[in-house]
């Protein structure tokens, strides 16, 4: 099995070191550079075309974001994975927006963090739990005066994170390994619970939930 090559980008030598020798231990992974300046991760990027970038959102000169948004233009193939200290929603959803794949938080466990590479790897997108529950926990307290609210089922809960992760329905679907069908009737029951109108104004309220 060809091996996934990864660029560790992060501004603590021993996060990088950590990493290096948890990847490397694996038979799966090749880091192939680290480093903890940003501009000097776009430069690497360009020049090795990893595929997948670890890219801590805090480090400087230039912030995670502008980084990714940088190496996502020298090279698009690469998938990027932001990985920070913070655990509010509208951070994952900012680095989605520019560009990442997924986003895993440094509370996440190793398990986590390499199920996030391989998930990414395959094209998929990958929020850590932590960011997930923190989504949950926005929806059921933003609108605990909203009627119904408390009615909804652990089922459209999760249709509602994936809906907040940029998912379509049919990828919906597959992710839950339910029906298309299903997935619609999941929309439909959480519109009527909510008592919102339709599919625009439950976007609206997913994107309100994480601003």
């Given at each position: 099995?060809?091996?996934?090559?990864?660029?560790?980008?992060?501004?603590?030598k021993l996060?990088?070191?950590?990493?290096?020798?948890?990847?490397?231990?694996?038979?799966?992974?090749?880091?192939?550079?680290?480093?903890?300046?940003?501009?000097?991760?776009?430069?690497?990027?360009?020049?090795?075309?990893?595929?997948?970038?670890?890219?801590?959102?805090?480090?400087?000169?230039?912030?995670?974001?502008?980084?990714?948004?940088?190496?996502?233009?020298?090279?698009?193939?690469?998938?990027?994975?932001?990985?920070?200290?913070?655990?509010?929603?509208?951070?994952?959803?900012?680095?989605?927006?520019?560009?990442?794949?997924?986003?895993?938080?440094?509370?996440?466990?190793?398990?986590?963090?390499?199920?996030?590479?391989?998930?990414?790897?395959?094209?998929?997108?990958?929020?850590?739990?932590?960011?997930?529950?923190?989504?949950?926990?926005?929806?059921?307290?933003?609108?605990?005066?909203m009627p119904?609210?408390?009615?909804?089922?652990?089922?459209?809960?999760?249709?509602?994170?994936?809906?907040?992760?940029?998912?379509?329905?049919?990828?919906?679907?597959?992710?839950?390994?339910?029906?298309?069908?299903?997935?619609?009737?999941?929309?439909?029951?959480?519109?009527?619970?909510?008592?919102?109108?339709?599919?625009?104004?439950?976007?609206n309220f997913?994107?309100?939930?994480?601003?």
């Amino acid at each position: 099995m060809e091996k996934i090559n990864v660029l560790i980008a992060d501004d603590h030598k021993l996060i990088r070191e950590t990493w290096s020798y948890i990847l490397n231990s694996d038979e799966r992974f090749n880091v192939i550079a680290e480093c903890g300046d940003s501009e000097q991760a776009v430069e690497i990027a360009r020049q090795k075309q990893p595929d997948i970038v670890l890219m801590d959102i805090n480090i400087l000169p230039i912030s995670g974001f502008e980084a990714t948004e940088r190496i996502k233009k020298v090279c698009p193939d690469t998938k990027i994975i932001g990985v920070s200290m913070h655990s509010q929603p509208a951070y994952a959803k900012k680095m989605l927006q520019v560009g990442a794949k997924g986003y895993v938080t440094k509370n996440s466990s190793k398990e986590e963090m390499i199920q996030a590479i391989l998930e990414v790897n395959d094209g998929n997108k990958y929020i850590c739990e932590e960011i997930k529950n923190n989504i949950s926990e926005l929806v059921l307290e933003e609108n605990r005066d909203m009627p119904n609210v408390n009615a909804l089922t652990e089922r459209e809960i999760q249709v509602i994170n994936l809906i907040k992760e940029g998912l379509s329905s049919k990828e919906i679907g597959s992710s839950l390994n339910i029906s298309l069908k299903t997935v619609e009737v999941h929309r439909h029951n959480v519109l009527k619970k909510l008592k919102l109108k339709n599919s625009a104004s439950l976007v609206n309220f997913i994107n309100q939930s994480t601003t």
